[in-house]
C-alpha cells in the first residue's frame, strides 16, 4: 500500500511516496540522517551535497558487504544441506543391503 510521508534529514523536509511494508521511512531517513550528521562532524566545512554523496557511497559500500556475507553464509549453508542429504543417502544404502 503506497503512502506518502514527511521526513527529515540534515534539517530538510521531504515529502516521500513509499510502497515498502518491509522497511520504515522514518527509520531509513533517521539511519541516512544520523551517518550524514556522523560525516559532518568527522570532516571541517563538507557541502552538503558532499555530505550526501559520501553518505550514499558509505551505505552502499555497506549494503554490498551485507550482500557479500549473506551469500557466503548461504553458499555454505547450501553446501552443509549437500553434506547432510550426501551422508544420509549412503546411510540408507547401507541399511537397505
Known amino acids: 500500500m503506497a503512502g506518502s510521508k514527511k521526513i527529515q534529514i540534515y534539517g530538510k523536509t521531504y515529502s516521500l511516496k513509499t510502497s515498502s511494508s518491509e522497511v520504515d521511512a522514518e527509520g531509513v531517513a533517521a539511519y541516512v540522517d544520523s551517518r ?41 549453508e547450501d553446501e552443509k544441506i549437500r553434506q547432510l542429504v550426501s551422508a544420509l543417502d549412503k546411510e540408507l544404502q547401507s541399511i537397505e543391503k
Open 36 to 76: 550524514m550528521k556522523e560525516l559532518a562532524n568527522a570532516r571541517n566545512k563538507t557541502s552538503t551535497l558532499d555530505l550526501a554523496i559520501l553518505t550514499a557511497l558509505n551505505i552502499a559500500q555497506e549494503l554490498l558487504e551485507l550482500k557479500k556475507q549473506s551469500e557466503e553464509k548461504s553458499n555454505a
